[in-house]
């Protein structure tokens, strides 16, 4: 934590604001494996409350590689440090999303489901997303995401944890070969009718498509 | 319990902290000590991405506590890390709020506990998290997501230019930027209908 990072703290808690803290752990930095990485996870989201004043904490576990949150081992990570800290606090905890695939592809639709459905079955009380295409793209994210990541958390939300690892195991298997080729996408002002603001017809077939295939895999959607 | 910290008690926590260098803090303090909470709390996951055992889930917690009691925490700027005892970083989750108001009127969401897989789902924030958004399409995209049902609270993405200009960091155009935004996300709300979503 850096003098200025203090210093925009000390004006939200002086004004009363709700303070959100983000603070994203590298798989395969300085920590180490997925249980060193999980450990430094719960270790600063326990600093950001107790040192920080912070209301609500924004993880997002990232792979050094990829770039994005959405990793088995990555979600391991969120979901273990989460588990941890809901099993021994009322802390509020918030994950955000970075997938690596494009909007109005199958495969973005479903990064954006295994996160949500870990995130929803690890007690998370807040999701936020997406930025797709790693966020780093510009205009390659759309409010399709957050519909099929709200969604999702409807879906997910009260099944067994059992149940819904089965299920991950399912849809990670599907994306995962993609990593080193992931499929582009579209920009928003590609796959949106400007004029009515709505998904394009080829973007419905797209989200019809990733429904179909999360209810393939167990997914009650 | 002694009484949790605030940010003002951290600030002069670091002010007398002991000295570290940048380089050691990351290469040695860091994984030095993860690996020595793994060992001590005996932290090994299964091939399950959420945890279904409680007891690992327990150990996680007290090796994170633990972790963060012996490392503290580094400041860049003083080149110091602070140091925190486990009473006090309980007192300050003991004194953490367990409920957050997001939003205003009709559209306003409590964020509280939801304890395991509750029934209850999590509060969904859409929006472009941070990415870069093209001026021109700024407020309809964040419309997208306002106008979506299971969206409760907006988060922004970042203006690529203001009036043309590249909003970059540390320029008066990132402050041009900024309050753009904010602006373009009240107005995507109210063409959504829902004035008042928290931002």
């Known amino acids: 934590m850096d003098n200025s990072g203090m210093s925009m703290i000390a004006g939200w808690y002086l004004a009363r604001d709700v303070i959100m803290m983000e603070q994203m752990p590298i798989f395969g930095g300085y920590c180490g494996g997925v249980e060193e990485t999980a450990i430094c996870d719960v270790a600063t989201m326990l600093a950001s409350f107790a040192l920080f004043d912070c209301d609500i904490h924004l993880d997002g576990p990232i792979h050094i590689r990829w770039g994005i949150t959405t990793t088995r081992e990555t979600l391991q990570i969120a979901a273990h440090a989460a588990a941890a800290i809901d099993l021994n606090s009322d802390l509020l905890l918030a994950n955000q999303y970075y997938t690596l695939a494009g909007p109005c592809t199958e495969m973005c639709l479903l990064e954006v489901s295994a996160q949500s459905m870990t995130d929803t079955a690890s007690g998370r009380e807040l999701v936020s997303g997406s930025a797709s295409s790693k966020g780093v793209v510009k205009d390659m994210t759309t409010g399709m995401e957050a519909r099929v990541m709200g969604e999702v958390a409807e879906a997910t939300a009260g099944m067994e944890v059992s149940e819904v690892n089965k299920i991950l195991d399912k849809v990670l298997g599907l994306y995962k070969g993609q990593y080193s080729k992931p499929p582009m996408g579209k920009r928003f002002q590609d796959c949106y009718d400007l004029k009515s603001n709505t998904p394009t017809y080829e973007h419905m077939k797209v989200y019809d498509k990733a429904m179909e295939t999360l209810r393939e895999c167990g997914l009650n959607i | 319990m002694p009484r949790s ?37 005996d932290i090994s996951f299964g091939p399950e991405v959420i945890p279904e055992d409680d007891d690992l889930s327990d150990r996680l917690f007290k090796a994170g506590l633990e972790m963060l009691a012996i490392s503290g925490f580094y400041n860049p700027n003083l080149g110091k890390a602070l140091s925190v005892t486990e009473d006090e970083i309980l007192a300050g989750v003991e004194n953490a709020p367990r409920k957050v108001k997001l939003g205003r009127g009709r559209e306003r969401v409590s964020c509280k506990p939801r304890r ?84």
């Open chain 2, 116 to 199: 395991g897989n509750s029934r209850r789902k999590p509060i969904i924030q859409g929006g472009p998290t941070g990415a870069p958004v093209s001026e021109g399409i700024f407020p309809q995209m964040m419309e997208s997501y306002a106008q979506e049902r299971v969206v409760d609270t907006l988060v922004s993405g970042v203006l690529n230019t203001v009036s043309g200009r590249p909003s970059t960091t540390n320029t008066p155009w990132e402050i041009q930027a900024t309050l753009a935004e904010i602006k373009y996300v009240r107005e995507a709300c109210d063409r959504a209908g829902r004035r008042g979503m928290g931002i």
């Open chain 2, 5 to 41: 910290l605030n940010v003002f008690d951290s600030f002069d926590r670091f002010s007398v902290g002991k000295k570290v260098r940048e380089d050691t803090w990351d290469y040695v303090t860091i994984p030095k000590n993860a690996l020595a909470m793994k060992e001590k709390y």
